[in-house]
């Protein structure tokens, strides 16, 4: 038999007066004051807190279950990949080489229809993102995920049987509609299941995931038709339908439902497959911050139900979020990866244009798991200022470059690789970071009763500022040439440095409700470090001199 570590008091003042702590079954029970100071020994440490184990073995099912939801960005992140190889196929005029072994016999496009088959996934992402959280929240994270994955399947059977322009569409739009739906369960899922020491890292896998779906299919476009691919793409929602099945659903929201026992499996299953007396002060602290958010709502249930987001801890977030979707949009790199092959062909690339867009997509993947490995040591804040400043003064050189090559050609003429080079160091440093951070950011940032809406507002706004920053790329480019765009590409950036150096706190390794507390002090908005709530000496010296409430020693809810 082992025994049991208690778990940490909570204060009377935290907890509500009235039934709410009750829905998540919060039970308390007073503690005495000590009669003797001396029965502090050190095994009453363990009295106040159960610190975590920062193992291998605690991370892997976090990692499995993160795993599990990234086949699901994988799926996404092919559908924004398929276009490129699909339209030389469906487009005859198209200046590919090698029509001849991707020509489609079932289907051609004019040049109009082919407008819309590239930018009708884009467009469709907005309206699922901003319906994402109101529909998804009710049935939980876990089975709308599931859910999803039965429409991956039926876009992937539309491609491959489509003999009409309209079948290609609704294939697109499903697939566009579906991706901006994933955003709330799957951005919030991965910040509700992982500890803060690891949240960042896996948080980033989403995104490198998405370029990873990308390029798969720039690869796979090298050796196959796009109908055998599109085959081929219906294994992963396949088996993010089966993967889905085995991990558990996140306690953040069981309890909000009053699961607790189911919750208390999910954490034991989460934490590295442990006993349930091992969860019992995280699981305490959750239902505490649920219990006192959700009195807070009950004492706000008579106001309208946008002033919610009408507060800090919706408005600064989102700020900050859109901004950094902003600078990442019309920073560059969203116009240079549509439009890479023209670009590399006017400025006259050493080699092929559509190789160096291939080599573009690969610096992006290298770039994201740079981050990916980086975020855990460096954190956020370093990251976003290196990856925005250096992508700045890569965009600054090219700038120049096209500056002279206009005007005296002979002096860069030994020099053509300065283009290529400094192109694909802009879309390597993006996506170490800007292009990152604010998917990272949503799931992290935001209150629990609005995070699932919230998300999925703030995820629609990537998709509306890039598909405006592509569809304006040939308006700025007659107003001020190559050399201006690069030129505003580059103080874009530099902006962007600026403002989350100055606005951005750094929310790695931070608990989630220490992160909704600084944004919700109005003397901390351009404060960089969040204080924490739970230093194993503060509980100390609170425990030593106050009285206090605690959750019932039952050593499972189960």
Sequence with gaps: MYNRERTEPVLTNDLPNDNSTASVNCRIAQIKEPTNQNNYNNNDINVFRTKSKKTFKNALPQILAVSAKNCLLLTYGMTLGLPTIAIPALYSNSVSNITSVRYDELLQLNKEQISWFSSINLICVPLGCMISGTITQPFGRKPSMIALTLPFILAWLLFHYASTVTQLYLALALCGLCGGLLEAPVLTYVAEITEPHIRGVLSALSSTTVILGSISQFILGNFFHWRKIVLFNTIVPVVAFISLLCIPESPHWLITKGRIAEAEKSLCWLRGWVRPDAVQYELSMISKSIALNEEKVRMKKNKKFYSFYIRRTFLLPYFIITATFFFGSFGGTSTLQVYAV?????????????????VLGILQLMGGILGLLLIHWTGKRPLAIVSTLGSSLCFFVVSAYVFIKQYNEEIILNVTWIPLVFLNTAAFMTHISIRLLPWMLIG?????????????????????????????YFMVLDCINLSGTFLLYAI???????????????????????????????????VMKIERSDKIKEKKMWAASNPALELDHTETHI
């Excluded at 023209?342 to 291939?358: A, D, H, K, R």
């Excluded at 629990?448 to 569809?471: M, V």
């Excluded at 409700?513 to 901390?524: G, R, S």
Aim: proline share 6%.
């Design 492 to 526: 874009v950036s530099l902006i962007g440095c600026l403002m989350l150096y100055t606005m951005l706190p750094e929310t790695e390794g931070v608990p989630l409700e220490d992160i909704q507390n600084h944004f919700a002090d109005k003397t901390k908005t351009f």
């Design 342 to 358: 023209q670009i590399f062909e006017t400025l006259g690339s050493p080699i092929n244009g559509y190789t160096s867009t291939l």
């Design 444 to 472: 992290e940032v935001y209150p629990p009763n609005i995070r699932g809406q919230a998300s999925g507002a703030s995820g629609s706004s990537s998709y509306i500022f890039s598909f405006i920053a592509n569809k304006s």
